[in-house]
């Protein structure tokens, strides 16, 4: 079936502009999260959705950083007056059983902020 | 401080051998610990996942080992093979913490 896909693949973008990064999770699955990956760096965690719960936001890096999710499924990660440090690759990943399913991840949105 | 520590941070080996990738956690409560497989601009995928009551899980040529007493698991690679060539995380649940992973590259 089909996994987790995310758009754009990849982004560029002016220091100072918004962008919208989106993620489409595997049917069914209620869980999502967002991570995001740093140049030779670790998976760094974001924000978690899980059903209709208020969402895990402890990884936001700033309140320019935001996140939604509509109607349990597609999720929107949104980035204000993006900043050079920005630059990353979004990683967006879906699970079926809460905290403790297997991930499976999209293949990211790889974000550059010139 | 983070609380998931991966070694050795890089690795070499020459195709066809065996190397092990180690993994040490602070996490508490534990529910669950997960080894991904990265390749190089691809999302990681899903190696093994073992509960507190598993000590070993494999996967192919990979095995998994667990200790919840000392809060280690290592991830055990046989036969390298070229493609085994990629970076390998360690994830503990609950609240999903990461590694920073080790890079291994398989020379032949």
């Known amino acids: 079936g089909a996994g987790v896909s995310q758009s754009p693949s990849n982004k560029v973008t002016e220091k100072g502009k918004d962008v919208e990064l989106r993620c489409d999770p595997i049917?069914?699955?209620?869980?999502l999260y967002w991570y995001r990956q740093s140049l030779g760096q670790g998976l760094e965690f974001l924000i978690y959705?899980?059903?209709?719960?208020?969402?895990?936001k402890s990884g936001l890096p700033s309140d320019r950083f935001s996140a939604e999710r509509t109607g349990g499924s597609v999720s929107t990660l949104t980035i204000q007056r993006t900043q050079q440090e920005d630059s990353a690759v979004y990683l967006c990943?879906?699970?079926?059983?809460?905290?403790?399913?297997?991930?499976?991840f999209g293949p990211g949105t790889r974000l550059l902020v010139l | 401080k983070n609380q998931v520590e991966q070694s050795p941070q890089s690795l070499i080996i020459l195709e066809g051998k065996n190397c092990t990738l180690q993994?040490?956690?602070?996490?508490?409560?534990?529910?669950?610990l997960r080894w991904y497989k990265q390749d190089t601009g691809r999302g990681p995928v899903s190696l093994t996942i073992?509960?507190?009551?598993?000590n070993t899980k494999s996967n192919g040529r990979y095995t998994a080992t667990l200790d919840a007493d000392t809060k280690q698991s290592s991830l055990h690679i046989t036969a390298s093979q070229l493609s085994d060539s990629a970076s390998y995380i360690c994830v503990v649940s609950e609240r999903v913490r990461f590694g920073a992973g080790t890079r291994l590259t398989v020379k032949p």
């Open positions: 959705f899980q059903g209709n719960s208020a969402p895990d």
């Open positions: 993994c040490n956690y602070t996490v508490s409560p534990f529910s669950n």
């Open positions: 990943a879906s699970s079926s059983l809460a905290g403790g399913g297997t991930q499976y």
């Open positions: 073992m509960t507190f009551s598993e």
């Open positions: 049917s069914g699955h209620t869980a």
